[in-house]
């Protein structure tokens, strides 16, 4: 049997909990796929994938079902410390060739810098592939134009959450998913 996902959704949550599994599962809860059983898997997009928004998605799969997941994950117990996540998504201009998701954990990053470091990460990739020069000493939005002139990139994109930590030491842990369907 061949699967190869033709819809894609992307979603994150947050969570706090005493218990690091628990806090897991809140921020599950809170990106909406706590009720499936995540399989994760490496960071390719299909070719002929299309992003759809989550509620089309989460309509599409039902609790128990086996879905496939690019996950990122970053958790804390320490008071007041920031934790980040983010998928970076890039597509190459031929919808024929599969693009790349890449996954980002950090700490001390706002969303907007892990979200633009995910995205960097799935365009050099993809760029590597594609044979697309591009100069790692460059800043991201330098290299984000790097790869548009050359014409074989044609969008990138992310998701990302960051949170505080706890300021009572519980477990606070973000969470992003590109879903495969």
Sequence with gaps: MRFVPRKLFLTRGVGVHAEKLTSFEMALRDAGIAQFNLVRVSSIFPPGCRIIPREQGLQAIEPGEIVFVVLAESASNEPRRVVSSAIGVSLP????????????HSYGQTEQEAGDYAEDLAAGMLAT?????????????????????????????????????????????????????
């Design 93 to 104: 201009a031929d919808p024929s060739m599969y693009g790349y998701l890449s996954e980002h």
């Design 129 to 181: 592939v594609l044979g697309v020069p591009f100069d790692l000493d460059r800043d991201y939005l330098e290299r984000r134009e790097q790869y548009r002139v050359g014409g074989h990139i044609v969008d990138t994109t992310s998701i990302s959450m960051s949170a505080v930590s706890d300021e009572q030491g519980r477990w606070t842990t973000v969470i992003c998913a590109a879903v495969l369907l």
